[in-house]
């Protein structure tokens, strides 16, 4: 490999690979066995190590989007698991306040109280 190459572009983790598309619903399965903790720390473990600002800060091939709309979509504390379903699932937000004009003419809003590292789970919600 050239000296510009990252030197682990599939973003392994034990065997679940961050540089594959499709396995990008994966760390948030664990919402669908109660254990929405599990969930928060490892998207934030994914978005701290394998994504930064440097040349090679995306671990994969971005090759239509997905590696960016991963990131986008977790860095706001959700995402769409099933993507015909309409259904999204918690994860951790890194963003402190955000505001989403829905199509529908409401607002959603998500305005993180304690945004530190300990502090990385979500104790409540309301919809």
Not at 29 to 44: D, H, I, P, V
Not at 52 to 67: F, H, I, K, R
Not at 92 to 116: A, T, Y
Request: charged content about 20%; overall charge negative.
């Amino acid at each position: 490999m050239g000296e510009e190459a990252s030197p682990d572009i599939s973003g392994l983790i034990g065997q679940y690979a961050q540089g594959n598309e499709p396995n990008h619903h994966i760390p948030y399965l664990y919402n669908f066995a109660g254990e929405q903790w599990k969930t928060a720390s490892m998207t934030r473990t994914l978005m701290d190590s394998m994504y930064t600002s440097q040349p090679d800060g995306l671990c994969g091939n971005e090759d239509a989007g997905q590696m960016s709309a991963w990131y986008v979509m977790s860095a706001m504390g959700f995402y769409q698991v099933h993507p015909g379903n309409g259904v999204y699932v918690i994860g951790s937000p890194r963003m402190e306040d955000l505001k989403l004009h829905l199509p529908n003419g409401k607002i959603f809003e998500i305005h993180v109280l304690e945004r530190k590292i300990q502090k990385i789970n979500i104790s409540e919600d309301h919809v």
